[in-house]
């Protein structure tokens, strides 16, 4: 265990004064949730929530070969994300193993901001600090210099448009400009995680208070709510996104998690992880890998990381999230199961908690999608 003292974010005392009950996540003193977590959960779907993201890892990229450097130590086609946009990627071990999953934003012509998963941060500045020899790039740890907040949910965009005149409507998803908002210069990025539409801003951890009580106050009539880890958890399972740790580790690789579509093999030169992967890549069309599959709960139980997965007394697979879903009303989890049982609607499919095989049935993922 390490003995260091956790990291608190610029907005600690706000939590500390909202009541908030605080968690220590990846080294990190983070609000885990205010009130009820299942109300903070439902103000996201309906109106809006209010979240501290500043233990996220930003690392800055710059440089003639910035480009480059990433291209060779991420999976994904770098070069080709236009400014201003933003791209969902990962950087892989040799082995092909996922060592974290990125957003990356292009900020300029030469200036990229690779945002990495808190419990992975250092692991993945070490790697890029390690893979840019040779590039004309410098890599930079920008964890310092920036608070993260993010307003989630379909009350959003007209919260944000009270504090603001950069132009949000023209902001698609996965883009980011920067702008002012409440008088605070940030970048706006519309990303989310929450299966919602929603922002995030990047600002000077010295701003972070100013414009978090501006967000409230101009969300206040519309319902936004402070928000913490444990809905963001329920949230993007619902939305069926992956969770490092959980849908994604380095034992699997981006095609046993189903997301081979990150990996660009047709982008110039070579690239850490190239060979391996296209050798899984080759594996996983012979012999399907097991699937990520979303499970629904016929009774209360709720399934945990971990449980395994039954059909017919065998062992098919092993849940790797699972809670109560406060939109369907149940019990939900995401698993990895044998393909043979992976189709939706498959029934006879069981959790084994504690000894006790619950019935569940096999659904396709996202368990939720927002209507546009």
Not at 29 to 46: F, N, Q
Not at 98 to 107: E, F, K, Q, S
Not at 108 to 116: D, G
Not at 256 to 279: I, M, N, S, T, W
């Amino acid at each position: 265990m390490s003995s260091s003292p956790l990291r608190l974010t610029a907005l600690d005392a706000v939590h500390r004064s909202l009541g908030a009950t605080m968690t220590d996540f990846a080294g990190w003193d983070m609000p885990l949730r205010y009130g009820s977590e299942r109300d903070e959960h439902v103000a996201v779907r309906t109106k809006a929530g209010l979240f501290d993201l500043s233990h996220m890892g930003e690392i800055t990229v710059t440089g003639p070969e910035a480009n480059r450097l990433l291209d060779h130590a991420l999976v994904g086609n770098i070069s080709s994300i236009g400014t201003g946009r933003a791209r969902y990627t990962m950087i892989c071990q040799e082995d092909g193993g996922i060592l974290d999953d990125l957003i990356v934003y292009r900020l300029a012509e030469q200036e990229y901001m690779v945002v990495a998963n808190a419990s992975n941060a250092q692991v993945v500045l070490d790697a890029l600090m390690e893979r840019s020899a040779g590039f004309d790039a410098e890599v930079r740890d920008d964890r310092d210099a920036y608070a993260l907040i993010a307003v989630q949910g379909p009350e959003s965009p007209g919260i944000l448009k009270s504090l603001t005149d950069a132009d949000l409507d023209g902001l698609k998803y996965y883009a980011g400009l920067p702008g002012t908002v409440a008088g605070v210069p940030a970048l706006i990025a519309r990303t989310g995680y929450t299966g919602e539409d929603g922002f995030e801003l990047f600002v000077a951890p010295e701003h972070a208070e100013k414009l978090w009580q501006a967000l409230t106050e101009a969300g206040e009539p519309v319902g936004l709510t402070p928000c913490g880890l444990s809905c963001r958890d329920t949230l993007r399972l619902e939305a069926g996104m992956p969770l490092y740790g959980h849908e994604l580790t380095t034992s699997l690789t981006p095609f046993d998690a189903g997301l081979g579509r990150v990996v660009k093999f047709e982008k110039e030169g070579d690239f850490v992880g190239r060979a391996a992967l296209l050798e899984a890549a080759g594996r996983a069309e012979k012999n399907p890998p097991r699937v990520l599959v979303g499970l629904v709960a016929e009774g209360r139980r709720v399934p945990r990381a971990g449980y395994t997965v039954v059909f017919g007394g065998e062992v098919i697979g092993e849940v790797t999230s699972g809670a109560p879903s406060p939109t369907l009303g149940k019990p939900i989890a995401m698993a990895y199961v044998d393909a043979a049982h992976a189709a939706p609607g498959t029934s006879g499919v069981g959790v084994d908690i504690r000894g006790s095989h619950e019935p569940y049935e096999v659904v396709a993922l996202p368990f939720y999608k927002r209507q546009k």
